[in-house]
């Protein structure tokens, strides 16, 4: 059985930094990409990034880029979010998906459901 769980999130001031984590289990970590996405109140869930199953290729949403990095511990099982200089728009819940088929990337556009979710995790940034 497939569980990821995110961790991390919180309270942070602009400008600040935060970092999330996504533990998966009941797979081999390194087969699989994994992505971030998240939700603000009132909004449709919405990519942010997506990492390759070996962390060689990585891509931002635009509104993150630059500000935000992907990265994953395929040793230690873990995927990170370092967010960097966060702003209130990226107040949201966070979510870590991973990929249902490996060796496979997180596409634009593609429907959902070829993927599974954690149960998200709050960032709130106070302006």
């Known amino acids: 059985q497939v569980q990821l769980v995110e961790s991390g999130g919180g309270l942070v001031q602009a400008g600040g930094s935060l970092t999330l984590s996504c533990a998966p289990s009941g797979r081999i970590f390194g087969s699989y990409a994994m992505a971030w996405f998240r939700q603000a109140p009132g909004k449709e869930r919405e990519f942010v990034a997506q990492s390759s199953w070996t962390g060689d290729r990585t891509s931002y949403a635009d509104s993150v880029k630059g500000r935000f990095t992907i990265s994953r511990d395929n040793a230690k099982n873990t995927l990170y979010l370092q967010m960097s200089s966060p702003q209130p728009e990226d107040t949201a819940v966070y979510y870590c998906?991973?990929?249902?088929?490996?060796?496979?990337?997180?596409?634009?556009?593609?429907?959902?459901?070829?993927?599974?979710w954690g149960q998200g995790t709050q960032v709130t940034v106070s302006s």
């Open positions: 998906a991973q990929k249902k088929n490996p060796y496979t990337d997180f596409v634009a556009g593609e429907p959902r459901g070829l993927e599974y």
